[in-house]
DNA sequence: GTCTATAATTTGATAGAC
DNA sequence: GTCTATCAAATTATAGAC
């Protein structure tokens, strides 16, 4: 389906999605994201209501859709020490794929934490599955039963997380100040995964199993 | 010195880093701004001429401060192995003491990346050492002179402010999911720090040095 | 459902007295 | 340097025809 065939509702879904992550929630125009969906404004107010319900509808639906792929990516991995490789390698290759969900979920915490708080602990009721604890014991098991060491999964966790993120957040910054602006992005993901990876792998493992 | 001894400048200048911070260039109010510094709306003007220049000024001396303290840290450090626990600490420290400075940096990144390239090419320019390049040197003399496994020093770079930010900017969220509203904050950072240091000694490391 | 025209409001910015 | 009063522009939102 080509965005000429989407219905007028998911046109301005996805045009608001692209001018809120640019100019965030206030900045952002109603005129602005009419035009891009090639729509009338009144459009916008017609479907919903008004600028704060059309972003929270962004919101919402766009943290979902990261949420659910996340989810199956960590319910489909299969061996414990191989579950850390398949994680991080489509973590990473899905903010390759939607760099503008990190920029517009990390807005909203910094303008309304309360309310970010409040979704996480919706889609946390909602869930069948606690994702993040799921992977809490993943790698609980694999520090009691395998040759990991002892380290507090939660903060591991984090430090995944934060390897993984950093670069789509901060691209612009790290560009100029590591002087990569001419290497081939694609190439510099790659990598990117080689050394997270490697710091995980071999910072938790045990050496004399290698 | 006091708050209410300050000039009404720099009165000025802290209360719109607040309102900024939290409510994003384009959310925040003139008028906010200036109830918050305790001073008339005409006061803004008359010091910062408009909106945009007082958003550049505070943008652009806090970056400075930034920069500034996380030079002395990097050139101080002393022995190469002992550098990087000394420059992690003072990191996480850094962001613990300036939990505002990571999220006004990203949302400028996300409004604006062009001109936030622009000003770290002046910054660069303008320092007489280049910090991030010193320290890729620091990690380069490490990895040929020491037991140091053959990483991309650039990538090791972002891996480690990756590890050392995400939980300031990223904290409502992280809280939530990972159920940790209740621990202390202070001793959840105090480990931060020792879980990034033992994945990168580890990681980085050889072990038969150990 | 879609459009045009316009109302209503907010808010950055200035003029001018003190 | 500081204040009050006010303007001008921008922008969300609605009314009402088709």
Chains 1, 2 share one sequence.
Do not use: W
Not at 170 to 183: A, Q
């Amino acid at each position: 389906m080509t965005e000429a065939q989407l219905s007028t509702r998911d046109k301005i879904l996805h045009a608001a999605l692209d001018v809120f992550v640019s100019k965030g929630k206030d900045g952002a125009r109603m005129q602005e994201i009419a035009d891009l969906a090639g729509v009338n404004k009144a459009m916008l107010f017609y479907y919903f209501t008004n600028k704060d319900l059309l972003y929270a509808e962004v919101f919402r639906s766009n943290i979902m859709e990261m949420i659910a792929n996340i989810k199956t990516i960590i319910i489909s991995a299969d061996e414990p020490d191989k579950k850390i490789e398949q994680i991080v390698n489509a973590y990473v290759s899905f903010f390759a794929d939607h760099p503008d969900l990190p920029r517009l979920i990390l807005r909203e915490v910094a303008n309304d934490p309360e309310s970010v708080k409040a979704i996480i602990r919706e889609i946390k009721d909602y869930a069948k599955e606690d994702i993040p604890m799921k992977f809490i014991g993943l790698l609980h098991e694999s520090i009691s039963e395998q040759n990991f060491y002892h380290v507090d999964p939660k903060q591991t966790i984090i430090s995944i997380v934060g390897m993984c993120i950093i670069y789509f957040i901060g691209k612009p910054i790290i560009e100029v100040l590591l002087d990569i602006e001419d290497v081939d992005p694609q190439e510099f993901i790659e990598q990117r995964k080689q050394n997270i990876l490697f710091l995980l792998k071999n910072g938790l493992l045990y050496k004399e199993e290698k």
